[in-house]
């Protein structure tokens, strides 16, 4: 028997077609371990990238919404100041809108006497065209104007166009004595619009009005005491300032001739402490009692 130290030998076939001894020997530990260790130091090295990928990834993100957040609190903010600055620009042009158109042709007169806002005038003879229209006051002042506003913008022959005057008067129509049967009757809502015609025209030179509601009238010349006041001229505001006119025409023995005549002076868009608005009473020659 061979020892048991000794191996058998096994033949194997050489290059040259003879035998030779397959010789083993003890792997090289180094030698097969140095793979596994590369793989791991590839897969560290990935494992690596990815994970600074995806922080990077998320910080870029990151930055992406904060980028859109101030990019939309920039647009949100530069839209609410474009906003405020139309808003402005349409605030000022309502305001300034009224006083502006409100420079128009008016009556000329002079002041004879003046105590706070009340004022004793003298006009001159003048030409008004006029309308009588029925309803409440605030309704008849809107269709009167409407009738004039249109033969003063054309609604006349030969069609032509007259300047604007200020101010647009209203005043409750006056009884008229008639043949007989005589009948008298009023209800209150029955008002007479007038507009002031420029001065260049005359009866003879105005174009007729396409509406008969439309008169065109001459005024001879008057004197009127006059009160002025802004804001709105709602009925309550002219029943007071009424009350107001008429004690300091009794306490200054005025003799008063007519209804009161309501003046307002500016668009209806006018800021209401921009207004101008008056109520007048039409003077006797003379004072009371005299």
Same mark, same amino acid.
């Given at each position: 028997?061979?020892?048991?130290?000794?191996?058998?030998?096994?033949?194997?076939?050489?290059?040259?077609?003879?035998?030779?001894p397959?010789?083993?020997?003890?792997?090289?530990?180094?030698?097969?371990?140095?793979?596994?260790?590369?793989?791991?130091?590839?897969?560290?090295?990935?494992i690596?990238?990815?994970?600074?990928?995806?922080?990077?990834?998320?910080?870029?993100?990151?930055?992406?919404?904060?980028?859109?957040?101030?990019?939309? @609190?920039? =647009?949100?903010?530069?839209? #609410?100041? +474009?906003? $405020?600055?139309?808003?402005?620009?349409?605030? *000022?042009?309502?305001? /300034?809108?009224?006083?502006?158109?409100s420079?128009?042709?008016?009556?000329?007169?002079?002041?004879?006497?003046?105590?706070?806002?009340?004022?004793?005038?003298?006009?001159?003879?003048?030409?008004?065209?006029?309308?009588?229209?029925?309803?409440?006051?605030?309704?008849?002042?809107?269709?009167?104007?409407?009738?004039?506003?249109?033969?003063?913008?054309?609604?006349?022959?030969?069609?032509?166009?007259?300047?604007?005057?200020?101010?647009?008067?209203?005043?409750?129509?006056?009884?008229?004595?008639?043949?007989?049967?005589?009948?008298?009757?009023?209800?209150?809502?029955?008002?007479?619009?007038?507009?002031?015609?420029?001065?260049?025209?005359?009866m003879?030179?105005?174009?007729?009005? @396409?509406? =008969?509601?439309?008169?065109? #009238?001459? +005024?001879? $010349?008057?004197?009127?005491v006059?009160?002025? *006041?802004?804001?709105? /001229?709602?009925?309550?505001?002219?029943?007071s300032?009424?009350?107001?006119?008429?004690?300091?025409?009794?306490?200054?023995?005025?003799?008063?001739?007519?209804?009161?005549?309501?003046?307002?002076?500016?668009?209806?868009?006018?800021?209401?402490?921009?207004r101008?608005?008056?109520?007048?009473?039409?003077?006797?020659?003379?004072?009371?009692?005299?």
């Open positions: 028997m061979l020892p048991c130290s000794i191996a058998p030998a096994l033949l194997v076939n050489d290059a040259d077609g003879g035998k030779r397959l010789i083993l020997t003890k792997p090289d530990t180094a030698t097969t371990s140095f793979p596994a260790a590369g793989h791991v130091l590839v897969l560290s090295a990935v690596g990238f990815r994970a600074l990928f995806a922080i990077e990834l998320r910080v870029v993100m990151r930055m992406r919404r904060t980028f859109n957040a101030v990019a939309s @609190n920039m =647009t949100q903010r530069l839209t #609410k100041r +474009v906003t $405020a600055s139309i808003i402005a620009i349409l605030v *000022f042009g309502v305001i /300034a809108a009224g006083p502006i158109m420079r128009v042709e008016q009556p000329e007169y002079v002041v004879n006497a003046s105590e706070g806002s009340i004022e004793i005038r003298a006009y001159g003879p003048m030409i008004v065209a006029e309308a009588e229209v029925m309803g409440e006051r605030k309704a008849a002042i809107e269709e009167g104007f409407r009738l004039i506003a249109a033969y003063i913008f054309g609604a006349n022959r030969p069609n032509a166009k007259i300047a604007m005057t200020a101010p647009v008067q209203q005043q409750r129509a006056q009884k008229i004595a008639m043949t007989a049967p005589v009948t008298q009757q009023t209800d209150g809502k029955r008002w007479t619009v007038r507009f002031v015609m420029p001065r260049t025209w005359t003879d030179t105005l174009p007729t009005p @396409n509406d =008969t509601r439309v008169r065109l #009238k001459p +005024v001879a $010349a008057t004197r009127m006059v009160i002025r *006041f802004s804001g709105t /001229a709602n009925d309550n505001t002219i029943g300032k009424t009350d107001e006119l008429r004690k300091y025409a009794l306490e200054h023995r005025l003799a008063t001739v007519s209804d009161p005549v309501l003046a307002f002076y500016n668009p209806p868009w006018t800021l209401p402490f921009f101008r608005n008056e109520i007048m009473l039409e003077l006797a020659a003379t004072r009371t009692g005299e």
